[in-house]
C-alpha cells in the first residue's frame, strides 16, 4: 500500500482551505480509508484550532530530534491521524535545504502505511508552499467566488502548470452561491488558463477539473465557532453533502 498524496492548497487565505481539508478527511475516514492529514502550513498553522486539538508533540519536534515521527501523529476527531504544525515553526517558513529534506523524508516514511496523505499546505506560492505541493501526486485548490480568491487561484494554477508542469488540477469551489457556481467558475478560469497557459511551452494539454462545490451554508461558521468537524456536529447540512461529494469524487 502507497498512500494517494493530495496537496490542498489556495492563491489566497481565509478561503476554507483547511475547514475544507479537515472535513474531507473525515469523510474519507468515514468510508473506510487510512487518512493522515499533514499540517504543511508551517508559518500560520491552524489545524490544531479547527480540530481543537492541543499536541504535545509537533512536526517542530520532529524537525528538532525532539521526538519520532510516530510520536507526533496523532488521532483526530474524525476517525483519521495528524502530524500538526503547532506554533513555532515560523523559521520553517522559508525552503531552506533542511526544510526540503525533512518534508520529503516525512512524505516518504507515512506513504506506505496510509490510503490518503493530505498535505495542508499554506496560501499563495512561496518557496515552501510550491515545494509542499511539489511532493503530492494530485493538487486541490480551493477557491470562493469572491474575485480576489479568483485571481489568486488563477495564478497559483498558473505556476502549477508551467512551473511544475502538471497536466491538470482539481478545483472546489467553497462558499458556492448556488447549484452550479462551481461549473461557471471552472468553465472561465479554464478559458483563461487556455488563453494564458497553454502558450506556455512544457504547459499543453494542461486541465482544470471541477472536483467538487460546497455551498455557502451558517452551518459551516457555526462549526469552526466550536471547533468541530462539519461533517461530525451537522452532516446533513448543504456544505457538508459537497464535501461529501468531494471524497466521492476523489474515492471514484
Known sequence: ????TLAITSGKGG??????????????AARGQKVLVLDA??????????????????LHDVFTDKCTLEQAIVPAPGGFSVLLA????????????????????????????????????????????????????????????????LTDAYAT??????????????????QAGRNGEGRTICTQLSAVLARFVAAKPGAQ?????????????????QAVLKRQLLLEMLPGSDAAQGVKALATKLLA
Open 1 to 4: 500500500m502507497t498512500a494517494r
Open 41 to 58: 502550513d508551517l508559518g500560520l498553522a491552524n489545524l490544531d484550532v479547527v480540530l481543537n486539538l492541543h499536541p504535545k508533540l509537533t
Open 205 to 221: 494539454g494542461f486541465k482544470l477539473e471541477l472536483w467538487g462545490e460546497v455551498a455557502i451554508d451558517p452551518a459551516v461558521r
Open 157 to 174: 494554477i498558473k505556476v502549477l502548470a508551467t512551473q511544475q508542469e502538471r497536466r491538470s488540477v482539481g478545483l472546489v469551489v467553497n
Open 15 to 28: 478561503v476554507g482551505k483547511t475547514f475544507v481539508t479537515a472535513n474531507l478527511a473525515c469523510a474519507l
Open 86 to 149: 503547532g506554533s513555532g515553526m515560523v523559521e520553517y517558513s522559508r525552503l531552506t535545504p533542511e526544510v526540503r529534506e525533512r518534508l520529503l523524508r516525512i512524505i516518504e516514511q507515512v506513504a506506505p502505511r496510509y490510503d490518503w496523505v493530505l498535505i495542508d499546505t499554506g496560501a499563495g506560492i512561496s518557496d515552501v508552499v510550491l515545494y509542499s505541493v511539489s511532493l503530492a501526486q494530485d493538487v486541490l485548490v480551493v477557491a470562493t467566488p469572491e474575485p480576489t480568491s
